[in-house]
């Protein structure tokens, strides 16, 4: 008993499951919500509002719109399932179940993570039957397609359980959406292109990482790009690599989980 | 590890809270393979740290753990595939059935699919939980969270068995149920910590006996070393914990 254990795949494989049980006690909230906002979403800006909008760089305005619709969606299904799933462990006390169980850190971190990808992995292929309807979905590059909703999900997967390990009310458990996420998610450059700004304000979307999220989809859905080659995957991975760090630091301390 | 490695070697045990309240202070104790150990002490006394700080619920603020000779903070994988823990309060999902709570322990044990499908079942059998399997845990009376809460602590068939409270609001006859149920599986090999309020249970069930009074033990010994004053172990008990000793405790011997 005393040799080193590998990697614990059916205690992994046991989180998802739970979690997936868990989220399917919920489906009008975790699935039909987002799907019926983005139908409306497409339907107003893209179909009705963009019917007299002019192409944008050859595309119908419903195309260009429909990538950053499901890369919102996305980032809400990640961050929503994540804080959710730590923090209800945490509230009813059965993040204990996992503290007691021969689980690595890692292996909690990536067994939430992973449900955290399905859930945003679902939710986008809803929005894709979606936007066929409409005509508008597309797909440039497929493997970019699922690096960008992967990449993000891990983001907003890691940032959604450090914000569940310190919140202590469900109060504070919604403040980095209302103030972060909301707002520079609408700012990145969901429903304009950065030419559409005026030149002197184009700087903020350059900074916004929400911008090179939904650019990098609108590429590998559409072919459509306004940052520079790269930047996006660079900035994108260099945040996974920082947060999925910090993640295991507190983990590994036990802020918020242990006594 | 030897035949003499114990179950659980404590040494120099300090658990201060993040508050700066003190919880246990230089706690020292083993208990041997086999054991059925009782683990007394007021409330707040300590005991549900310790068994925190053996377990991974709560941090160690300095001291040594070991599990069979296993490190339980630097091996804490290791370590906790050994022990199955019933904590005193209900830290289950609420809303999942009885089945899903005690599958899902034995997944984060690692038990493949057959295997735990067979202690699940056997251990819903045995905890009289048949009738409720299917029920949420939120609608199970009492008495019946108790029992899954026991099963759940039993499902990878652990080394070492730590029963915080089990008895603690659950009816006669399941209180004699699992004292026999316990005695079984003391008897094929399971070493068992025990804390209860009931000292009645202690002196039924135990062989070995520990009082904790201010995050310190203040007694520890062969249960028979107890009996050897009048009102025994409640005396005992009252004496090392700093409680007078009244006439109705002495006589009860």
Redesign the interface.
Known sequence: MTGRMGINWIGLWTIIRREWSRVWRVPIQAFLAPWISALMFIFIFGYVVGGNIRHIAGHRYVEFVLPGVLMLNVVNAAFLQSTSQIYFQRFLRYIEETLVSPLSYVEMIIGSLAMTIVRSVVTSLGILVIGYAFGATHMYNIFEFLFWIVSVSIIFGLLGIMIALWANNFEQLTMLNVFFIAPLSFVGGVFNTVSMLPPFMRWIAYANPFFYFINGLRHAMIGFNEAPEGLGVLVTLGLIAVLGLATWRLFSIGYGLRE | ?TAATPAISIEHLRKV?RGGTVAVEDLSMQIAPGDFFGFLGPNGAGKS?TI?CI?????VTSGKIEI???DAVK????A????G?S?Q????????TVT?IID??G??????EAERKSRVDMLIQRFDLTAHAKKQFRELSGGLKRRVILA?ALVHDPKLLILDEPTAGVDVELRLDLWRYLQELNREGKTILLTSHYLEEIERLCRTIAIIAAGKIVRQGPKEEFFTVPGGLESAYLAATGKPVTHAAAGAA
Not at chain 2, 75 to 78: L, M, S
Not at chain 2, 80 to 83: A, D, E
Not at chain 2, 107 to 112: A, H, Q, V
């Open positions: 590890m809270y740290t925190h377990t991974g619920i709560a941090t069979f000779g296993i091996d804490y994988r290791e906790r595939r050994m022990i823990l904590p309060e209900f830290n289950v999902d609420t809303f999942a899903q899902w322990m997944g984060y044990f690692g038990l493949r759940r």
